[in-house]
């Protein structure tokens, strides 16, 4: 029992300073020695149970003073030191949307008003719904950490000019007939034909290597990535393995897509006489005229390029835009549509579940409604 100056028991952990201030101390569950301060009795006896209250109930943190910029070099380090560089530059982008606005704040001072404002200020929905799965993920692991004690980026509510999201650009068996027409001779042109032949993602395609291709048994072998990563002007490229067991799949060729790999293998074999390709790149299916990797831009900017000489050359077809990941959820819808089970979806598309096969790469084309009803209009 601690007394008082003139000598009165004040209670267990509580003393009076020679000084006449009333200090209060007890060891919280972090194992560490917490002290209280206060000018009466009163008001230390009422500290000291605040303290011990929220220590009971956990509703304490092992440290008041971290700022958010600190938690995120923390996070980035350890909660996810086994990400991919690529994933880490993406975490980066999000977080710097945040950074002027909340990276100063300490974390037990964040509250849902703070969060929502400056998540009001980010130019569109697509970038708050980014940045609030960032920061929710942030949050939980400091939770975790006993940093905080409950997370409440949860509530934050990234959906404010309720943007209307345009479903993924799927082309028509006639769109496709025109973009293979005016690509041929081209390098767009077996990345055409594979993507559409196998529905495989633009770095899969790029990352392939000869050892994977089994022409004798016409299978493909999806086991890396080819990724990109510019640095300090250079071009760096690294082959990175599926994020996912599913990733790494087998999967058939159809008659063209092996026609394009025999005459692929026979450029490859031109260009090796007159270029010597970059060390750890020489066994890419897919290359450049002198013998450098393919990356994602380059096959942007030449889609691009395409997609204006089709315009030019037929002014009245006015042929949309379309993404190389467009060609993914073409293969799938198209797939569908000619009566591919959808668990064998799944499969090709490297998916760990078939809801995600189903809702984000499946579409109905309007020649597909009319047709199913006319199945209806037949019974009724």
Not at 59 to 88: A, F, P, Q
Not at 175 to 194: A, D, H, M, R, T
Not at 256 to 270: A, G, I, N
Not at 336 to 358: D, Y
Request: net charge positive.
């Amino acid at each position: 029992m601690g007394k008082s100056l003139n000598g009165k028991e004040l209670g267990k952990g509580i003393t009076q300073r020679k000084d006449g201030i009333y200090q209060a101390r007890f060891t919280n569950r972090f194992g560490k020695r917490q002290t209280l301060y206060a000018s009466t009795v009163t008001e230390i006896t009422k500290k000291l149970r605040e303290e011990q209250f929220n220590d009971d109930k956990q509703l304490n943190v092992i440290s008041t003073g971290m700022t958010l910029d600190e938690w995120y070099e923390k996070w980035i380090t350890t909660c996810k030191k086994h990400c991919r560089d690529t994933t880490k530059r993406t975490y980066a982008i999000q977080y710097n949307r945040l950074r002027e606005s909340l990276g100063w704040r300490k974390l037990t001072r964040l509250n849902l008003i703070i969060l929502q404002d400056a998540f009001n200020q980010l130019a569109t929905d697509a970038m708050r719904c980014d940045c609030k799965a960032l920061l929710v993920d942030m949050l939980n692991r400091a939770v975790e950490a006993d940093l905080l004690h409950k997370n409440i980026a949860v509530g934050i509510n990234p959906i404010i000019e309720n943007e209307y999201k345009e479903e993924k650009r799927i082309l028509s068996d006639a769109e496709i007939n025109i973009i293979l027409e005016e690509s041929k001779g081209g390098q767009l042109y077996p990345f055409f034909v594979v993507a559409l032949g196998t529905g495989m993602r633009m770095g899969e395609i790029l990352g392939l290597t000869w050892d994977c291709i089994d022409m004798e048994n016409g299978t493909i072998l999806v086991d890396k990535t080819l990724c990109y990563l510019p640095e300090d002007g250079k071009a760096i490229y690294e082959f990175h393995q599926p994020k996912t067991k599913a990733g790494k799949r087998m999967i058939p060729m159809t008659v063209e897509v092996r026609d394009v790999f025999q005459e692929m293998k026979l450029r490859k074999e031109r260009i090796a006489v007159r270029h010597n390709p970059r060390i750890g790149m020489e066994n890419l299916v897919f290359c450049s005229k002198t013998n450098n990797p393919i990356n994602e831009a380059n096959i942007r900017g030449a889609l691009r390029y395409l997609i204006k000489k089709i315009n030019r050359k037929y002014p009245d077809l006015n042929f949309e835009p379309f993404t190389p990941h467009g060609l993914r959820h073409t293969f799938a819808t198209k797939a569908i549509e000619k009566g591919m089970r959808p668990k064998t979806l799944q499969k090709i598309l490297g998916h760990n579940s078939l809801q995600m096969t189903m809702d984000l790469y499946c579409h109905v084309e309007e020649h597909t409604l009319k047709e199913e009803m006319a199945l209806i209009g037949k019974v009724v």
